[in-house]
């Protein structure tokens, strides 16, 4: 239960970021607008990051009446909710919540500077082609990262107990093979002389 609280505290934390570094450039003032219109692209339906976003929007005093969007992992049905239901009503938007990698490199492609987008749950945008750096997008997109880089999630591990061999299952689709992507915060080399063999298997397509 502890553990579930902190997810969400810290998923509310980087959606309130994420929200300033949207407003603060658009001279948006929070005392001066209180209510917003959001689209909620969905992949799964309704998860922590979704509703931790929903419950800090509300704590900061804004009303917001949302269009949920939900894609049910279903590539095709995406196409049709951005093209048939999203493009055309972008203009009723103050903003667009997009959860994952799938559905935000899509949504951008429709979007197209026309509307400020915010993600979530996106594990290397950098890598994912969504901004070019963490510091700045250089776009109309702001959001957080769920990333956690393999060096320091390695470095954690051997803290816990000593081993030699790791295995490491990683997604098989090709854009998604970023832990061996160069340049990537997730590009990983075993420690010389700490671990013998690092052994990675790749698990059945599935995205996010």
């Known amino acids: 239960m502890a553990r579930g609280m902190a997810m969400r505290t810290i998923s509310v934390h980087w959606m309130f970021l994420a929200l300033a570094i949207v407003l603060v450039p658009l001279g948006v003032t929070p005392a001066a607008e209180r209510q917003l219109k959001i689209a909620m692209v969905q992949w799964t339906g309704d998860t922590r990051a979704c509703i931790g976003f929903r419950d800090g929007l509300k704590e900061l005093g804004y009303a917001v009446e949302y269009t949920m969007l939900n894609a049910e992992q279903d590539r095709t049905k995406l196409g049709h909710i951005l093209r048939g239901t999203l493009q055309p009503r972008l203009k009723e938007f103050a903003y667009v919540y997009t959860y994952g990698t799938t559905v935000t490199k899509a949504t951008k492609r429709i979007l197209k500077n026309q509307a400020p987008q915010i993600f979530a749950i996106v594990l290397d945008p950098i890598g994912a082609g969504i901004v070019p750096r ?19 999630q390695l470095d954690t591990a051997l803290k816990l107990g000593k081993f030699k061999t790791l295995g490491f299952l990683f997604n098989s689709i090709p854009a998604r093979k970023i832990p061996f992507s160069s340049g990537s915060n997730f ?3 075993p420690p010389a002389g700490i671990l013998r063999s690092l052994i990675c298997a790749p698990l059945p397509p599935w995205t996010a």
């Open 134 to 152: 963490l510091e700045s997008s250089g776009a109309n997109i702001s959001g957080a990262t769920n990333g956690v880089s393999l060096a320091s």
């Open 187 to 189: 590009e990983i080399s």
